[in-house]
């Protein structure tokens, strides 16, 4: 698979595959109250999209003995930007939502915890969707430059 | 000591006394007024003046010497890295935590997401200043 292919599977798959375990979980917790499942099952889903970057450089370490070039270091580098915007764009995003959210309900209201958990997912959502995104564009580019 | 070394240690020292003097002043307005306003700007300014340490020890180490070369740009780069990965993983602590102490469907406070977002800055700004220090540790070892 080339890198714009895994970019656009990125973008078009990641969110739905986090979203849905997510959705689950929170389902299980509304329907049979708080246990450990739903909370494990949330958090180790949002642990995983918050670590699934670090898929290309495991790749590297466990194909090291077939002796074969998949991940070089052009791709390494790109890699490095693309992480590096979806980190900068999470941030922003939290940082918005929450600002946002205190706005609207002010400084001495109050919100339902779930608003936490709409923050948390849709963070994710935004984290591997910018990562799909930053893949496509910085991919692009470097074909480009290989053409001329 | 390279320019980002002494950026590192300069701030792990503000942040350390952002802890100190924010948790101090946070404990004894709580003791006075069984509530905490101005202790969190105790938090807040230190780490704002974070914020200048780019234009700080700028003088190279010798005349004829550069400030920084690449591989303290790919270290500076290294730790952004990891200290933003270290404060998305704080949110999920923080939001998961939030959610099983309170429970499901009970209100907060909204001025607990300014305080959250506090927390996801002192742990970036900790985590990029301890990563700089351990990769120059690493780096030094090496040589």
Redesign the interface.
């Known amino acids: 698979m080339t890198e714009r292919e895994e970019a656009w599977v990125g973008l078009l798959l990641g969110g739905p595959i986090l979203l849905i375990p997510t959705v689950v979980a929170v389902f299980i ?2 329907d049979r ?2 246990s450990f499942a739903p ?1 494990l099952m ?2 180790a889903t ?2 995983w999209g ?1 670590l699934l970057w670090l898929l290309p450089y495991i790749q590297r370490r466990l194909r090291k003995y077939k002796k074969e070039v998949t991940f070089d270091e052009r791709d390494q580098l790109i890699h ?1 930007r693309i ?2 915007a979806a ?2 764009a ?2 922003t995003y ?2 918005a939502a ?2 946002t ?2 706005c609207v ?10 608003v ?2 709409l ?2 997912v849709g ?1 994710l959502v935004l ?1 591997n969707s910018a990562q799909g995104l930053a893949g496509l564009i910085l991919s692009g580019r470097s074909q480009k430059g290989d053409k001329e | 000591m390279t320019r980002y070394q002494k950026i590192a240690w300069f701030s792990l020292a503000i942040s350390a006394t952002a802890v100190i003097a924010g948790s101090t002043a946070i404990a004894i307005e709580l003791h006075i007024r069984g509530y905490s306003t101005i202790g969190w700007w105790f938090f807040v300014v230190p780490l704002a003046s974070l914020q200048l340490t780019p234009h700080l020890f700028k003088k190279p180490l010798s005349p004829a010497g550069v400030a920084t070369d690449e591989r303290d740009l790919m270290i500076d ?1 290294k730790a ?2 990891i200290a ?2 270290a ?3 704080f ?2 602590a ?3 935590t ?3 102490s ?10 607990w ?2 305080r ?2 506090l927390g ?1 800055w002192l742990t970036a700004a900790i985590v990029h200043a301890l990563t700089i220090t351990i990769c120059y540790a690493w780096a030094g070892k090496g040589e």
Request: glycine share 12%.
């Open positions: 917790a509304y109250g708080l909370l949330f958090t949002v642990l918050g490095k992480v590096m980190y900068v999470l941030w939290f940082v929450c600002v959210t205190w309900v002010g400084p001495n209201g109050s919100i339902s915890v779930n936490m958990l923050i948390l963070g984290f | 780069s952004s890295r933003l990965g404060s998305y993983f949110f999920i923080a939001c998961a939030l959610w099983v309170v429970g499901i469907d009970t209100p907060i406070p909204a001025y997401l300014g959250i977002i996801g």
